[in-house]
């Protein structure tokens, strides 16, 4: 069975049927249409699972899916965006729809919107601590803030009213934000900051106008600690903002790959037109150094295309009539024709960065971790503050009141977990673009976190390990002919024929430049080779049996060929004027990187498997080359999948990598499937991740850049929480007994701002990540 049929699949059926269990995401039926949303005051992880299941509740809607680092929701369904738009408010929060076209507007209408909104908070920020900052200087320099005269009481409630001014302009959105969820019987970050400095604001506005209703000693006022939390907390989102609008830098840099304009050919007349105004079977021109702006199939023209963008590989690769071109590469040389054969949003381009934005929404399964124990916390926490007020009341020293009420405000203060909600988000939406740029596509949150406990990976032979094309191996000469004019002479004699082996001889003629002769009187001999006439000399082409036939002598190069076999390539012998010239082997070869990431794999104790439908022989031989223990020959291509649950059985976290129709079952049955970038639409489709470039680097790169994204949200979780949850006790008063030391609601504005900073600077770091490739 040769491997060309099995394996290579065939590319042009790429109408295929979905085959995984867990893409049903591609396949809407009737008017279903996705609608993006951008959302304004969501400020914390308990927002999402809100908004969400407000949304779902539409009839109509199929599934709703937020992304709260970037602040969108994408919306599947076929009701209308008013009524959208309804619900999100209804929750409590702010919605509009995006009105753009294309991508690119899409995007600067975000910034624009990112922008104003980053401006705003700023504003609010600098209005609550220049009114916080001098009050906290006054407190540290003077000391006590106490009412005791008149005077005082004037002077406080002035500052009381700037204060509640504050609270108006900087700090309205937490206090709205309570109040709905309030209504919608809920609570979240926005009712501990409103809690918190409301209490302050209250007992402060209390002491000034009633100060004989509290005991002498409580008599003092924290409007600065209003102020400055409300501040410091605009600052955390304004901060967290900025550094958010950097982490889409990934889908940025895709979408500038698309081209703004295509020049068409209608009715006889070159036109430029806007890119969405290409339709489908429209003629293309592209000319040297221009974008390639739609997907298409070379009509005419040679040249060279950069895809670097697409695959990673920095090679160009030359194109010529039937050859197809993808969007977003850059054509170097040549000036071509080409017929438009996918325009739009089915481009290979937009399917990226729909995948890559689709992945970056998905939430992995330690993501719906953060918001589980979010939904839980905030309820807990105000209990905690609570129970550390009654305790101060009943058994605290002097002034008790204003004890209770400082703990109260500080545990709530200090408890948000705003950080929590950016945790996973932001891993995710730095590793998936990162992945990107390497020219790895994760399809979902779940399919990144899983790459990381792969313990197995299932390769496919032809087109994954090897190149999937026969190329010319070996020259043996023999007689008085050098490799140069044997291979003219041979791929003069191939170059009407249109047999793979055949194809693989002139090529690797063309590779080298040389320039091919007439051929005349050629003739098939079935089974055996062929025959013709190139510049007088009679050439015979074939296997062993038609040199015997026509009695040629091959003395020790039989065991040459018996050699080359042996390393699973096909001799063949060449003869001229009944002399034999030389042996010329073609074999699939293993591409160039393929042993050295291999190794990588192995060297991350990942156990590779090699499956190949070809015969044993050759894939003893691969094996052997490749560096690969475990192979198995002369699968059928419904076995492949049934070797994948195998593994699985033996309990295996299993990666498999196929590039062919025949693979999309195995690819969807495993824990993470890959595809080659290369290959197959079917095979891409079925997969969980796709490698653009063919190189099996990409795996390791995969799995590298997997650990690194679910090693840094494990750090985010970690930093989030261990603020929150170290610093409640400390709020609660733990250390007053022992030290006398009771926290300030401003430390714990301040530690809570620093909180979000943290999480979002550490998941930046992740764009400095690098795959190590040993």
Known sequence: MSSTNTESGNPSCHEGTETGQHHHHHVHGGSAVSQELMIEGAGCASCVGKIESALKAIPGVENAEMNFAQRTVSVLGSAPAEQLIKAVEGAGYNAKISLADNEDDALAEKEKADWAYYKRLMREMTIALSLGVPLMIYSIVVGEMTVTSTGERIAWLAVGLLTLG????????????????????????????????????????????????????????????????????????????????RTSEAIKRLIGLQAK?????????????????????????????????????????????????????????????????????????????????????????????????????????????????????????????????????????????????????????????????LATPMSVMVGVGKAAEAGVLIRNGEALQTASKITAMILDKTGTITLGAPKVTDVLVAGEYDEQAVLRLAATLESGSEHPLAMAIVESAQERGIETGKVSNFNAIAGHGVQAEVDGKTLLFGNEKLMRERTIELGDFVEMAQALAAEAKTPMYFAVDNKLAAIIAVADPIKEDSIAAIKRLQHNGIRVVMLTGDNRATAKAVAKKAGIKEFFAEVLPEEKSKKVQELQMEGEVVGMTGDGINDAPALAIANVGFAIGTGTDVAIESADITLMRGSLHGLADAIAVSKATLRNIKQNLFGAFIYNVAGVPFAAGVLYPFFGLLLSPVIAGAAMAFSSLTVVTNANRLRFFKAQEH
């Open 166 to 245: 504050v609270m108006v302009f900087s700090g309205k959105h937490f206090y709205v934000g309570a109040w709905q969820s309030f209504k919608n019987h809920s609570a979240n970050m926005d009712t501990l900051i409103a809690l918190g400095t409301g209490t302050a604001w209250v007992y402060s506005m209390v002491v000034v106008f009633v100060p004989h209703l509290v005991p002498e000693m409580a008599r003092h006022v924290y409007f600065e600690a209003t102020a400055m939390i409300i501040g410091l907390i605009d600052l955390g989102l304004a901060l967290e903002l900025k550094a958010r609008g």
């Open 261 to 421: 304009t295509a020049r068409v050919i209608r009715d006889d007349k070159e036109l430029d037109i806007a890119i969405e105004q290409v339709l489908l079977n429209d003629v293309v021109r592209v000319r040297p150094g221009e974008k390639i702006p739609v997907d298409g199939e070379v009509v005419e023209g040679h040249t060279a295309i950069d895809e670097s963008m697409l695959t990673g590989e920095p090679m160009p690769v030359e194109k010529a009539t039937g050859n197809t071109v993808a969007a977003g590469t850059i054509n170097k040389s040549g000036s071509i024709l080409f017929k438009a054969t996918r325009v739009g949003k089915d481009t290979a381009l937009a399917q990226i960065i729909n995948m890559v934005k689709r992945a970056q929404n998905s939430k992995p399964p330690i993501g719906r971790l953060a918001d589980v124990i979010s939904a839980y916390f905030v309820p807990v926490v105000m209990i905690i503050a609570v129970v550390s007020a009654l305790t101060w009341l009943n058994f605290g020293p002097e002034p008790a009141v204003a004890f209770a009420i400082v703990s109260a405000t500080t545990v709530l203060i200090i408890a948000c977990p705003c950080a929590l909600g």
